[in-house]
């Protein structure tokens, strides 16, 4: 049996401050949590190792129709998005300052606003994530913000370790790529799988330990890649694609037929690389592959990691002992390459040889 990546080293919930945080939580949003709830009409999807039971169509995920829900998600009638009854405690904001991400603690619960897009309410008991969509936000949009943004936060939220990374599955175990946005890692994964190894994650890296072991938790067989990324990798072929979200250009890729595999299974993982940071590779021509000390390993999690409630000192303190024993357990390097996508190849095989000398 498996055991998640502990970040929480315990959980303990007040049962009249968990309702009094539903019954604020429904007078903010209307609809008491849980109350519209029929999972009789609901379909079940995997992604990572949830069972996901959605009130809408999930293309992009695994069926697991048949399996009960670990929780449930319900896309409910567009609401205006008001100021929450409690203030914000965190943002996240773009390069230009400008909020991307709003986070406000409702007791036990969650709530998540991406301006001018939708508020996704995290409910601690049912499990559920519960979106009012802005009245202009495609469905296409939502679906992109529950599956890259939201669940991976939903995870961080029960205990577990989710990093901004992707992997793959190599013939000794799988290669990650974790960086900041725009490090290439989902262009250095999408270049391994088109060489044929199997897909595990896109930008939603869950670790779990196991036996002295980490290990890689597959997410759902998707990349989303820029057009310029995707004519490089893929050449002639004429993939499945379809439109990320209406205010990116990126495409979402999807293993259809035999364009790409995807590895359904947890996979050890054989190497971790932290990418450089775009802006300091600007003007590089060569590629470098470096080791990271231990202590400068934990300060790469600390920036890496998907956060629910950087305000939880209990969490905190899990997850600075969760990263003090992955070190431990795992060797972590850096990698640098050129921004020019016609070296990808060449890249592809420094990355490939040294995973020879490591098994070596």
Same mark, same amino acid.
């Given at each position: 049996?498996?055991? !998640?990546?502990?970040?929480?080293?315990?959980? @303990?919930?007040?049962?009249? %401050? *968990?309702?009094?945080?539903?019954?604020?939580?429904?007078?903010?949003? &209307?609809?008491?949590?849980?109350?519209?709830?029929?999972?009789?009409?609901?379909?079940?999807?995997?992604?990572?190792?949830?069972?996901?039971?959605?009130?809408?169509?999930?293309?992009?995920?695994?069926?697991?129709?048949?399996? +009960?829900?670990?929780?449930?998600?319900?896309?409910?009638?567009?609401?205006?998005?008001? !100021?929450?009854?409690?203030?914000?405690?965190?943002?996240?904001?773009?390069?230009?300052?400008?909020?991307?991400? +709003?986070? *406000?603690?409702?007791?036990?619960?969650?709530?998540?606003?991406?301006?001018?897009?939708?508020?996704?309410?995290?409910? #601690?008991?049912?499990?559920?994530?519960?979106?009012?969509? *802005? +009245?202009?936000?495609?469905?296409?949009?939502?679906?992109?913000?529950?599956?890259?943004?939201?669940?991976?936060?939903?995870?961080?939220?029960? &205990?577990?370790?989710?990093? #901004?990374?992707?992997?793959?599955?190599?013939?000794?175990?799988?290669? $990650?790529?974790?960086?900041?946005?725009?490090?290439?890692?989902?262009?250095?994964?999408?270049?391994?799988?088109?060489?044929?190894?199997?897909?595990?994650?896109?930008?939603?890296?869950?670790?779990?330990?196991?036996?002295?072991?980490?290990?890689?938790?597959?997410?759902?067989?998707?990349?989303?890649?820029?057009?310029?990324?995707?004519? $490089?990798?893929?050449?002639? @072929?004429?993939?499945?694609?379809?439109?990320?979200?209406?205010?990116?250009?990126?495409?979402?890729?999807?293993?259809?037929?035999?364009?790409?595999?995807?590895?359904? &299974? !947890?996979?050890?993982?054989?190497?971790?690389?932290?990418?450089?940071?775009?802006?300091?590779?600007?003007?590089?021509?060569?590629?470098?592959?470096? !080791?990271?000390?231990?202590?400068?390993?934990?300060?790469?999690?600390?920036?890496? *990691?998907?956060?629910?409630?950087?305000?939880?000192?209990?969490?905190?303190?899990?997850? =600075?002992?969760? =990263?003090?024993?992955?070190?431990?357990?795992?060797?972590?390097?850096?990698? +640098?390459?050129?921004?020019?996508?016609?070296?990808?190849?060449? @890249?592809?095989? %420094?990355?490939?040889?040294?995973?020879?000398?490591?098994?070596?």
């Amino acid at each position: 049996m498996t055991c !998640p990546v502990s970040i929480r080293s315990s959980v @303990v919930v007040e049962t009249n %401050a *968990a309702q009094t945080a539903r019954d604020r939580l429904s007078d903010y949003s &209307g609809q008491p949590s849980g109350e519209s709830r029929n999972l009789g009409d609901m379909k079940s999807y995997k992604i990572c190792d949830l069972i996901l039971g959605s009130n809408i169509p999930l293309p992009e995920l695994l069926n697991a129709n048949g399996k +009960s829900p670990d929780c449930t998600f319900l896309l409910l009638p567009p609401q205006e998005q008001r !100021p929450p009854p409690v203030d914000w405690f965190h943002h996240w904001r773009l390069s230009d300052e400008e909020i991307w991400l +709003s986070f *406000a603690k409702l007791g036990c619960d969650y709530l998540l606003r991406f301006p001018g897009l939708g508020d996704f309410f995290l409910s #601690h008991e049912p499990k559920e994530i519960r979106c009012y969509p *802005a +009245s202009r936000t495609p469905k296409r949009t939502i679906v992109h913000l529950l599956l890259d943004q939201v669940i991976p936060l939903f995870l961080n939220k029960w &205990g577990r370790l989710v990093l #901004h990374g992707s992997a793959v599955c190599g013939p000794s175990g799988a290669i $990650a790529f974790v960086g900041v946005t725009g490090a290439g890692k989902s262009t250095l994964t999408a270049s391994l799988v088109s060489n044929g190894l199997p897909l595990l994650t896109d930008d939603c890296l869950l670790l779990e330990e196991n036996a002295g072991q980490l290990l890689v938790i597959p997410s759902y067989p998707g990349l989303r890649l820029w057009d310029d990324t995707i004519s $490089a990798i893929l050449n002639n @072929v004429k993939p499945a694609l379809s439109k990320v979200a209406h205010y990116t250009w990126k495409k979402r890729l999807r293993a259809r037929n035999s364009e790409f595999r995807f590895c359904v &299974g !947890p996979v050890p993982l054989k190497r971790i690389y932290i990418l450089a940071n775009p802006k300091e590779t600007k003007y590089t021509k060569k590629i470098s592959i470096d !080791p990271i000390s231990p202590r400068d390993a934990i300060v790469e999690l600390v920036k890496y *990691a998907f956060k629910l409630d950087i305000s939880d000192r209990e969490i905190l303190r899990g997850e =600075f002992e969760c =990263f003090a024993r992955i070190v431990r357990l795992q060797p972590f390097y850096h990698l +640098s390459v050129p921004r020019d996508l016609s070296r990808l190849p060449v @890249v592809r095989e %420094a990355i490939i040889n040294d995973l020879k000398n490591l098994d070596n």
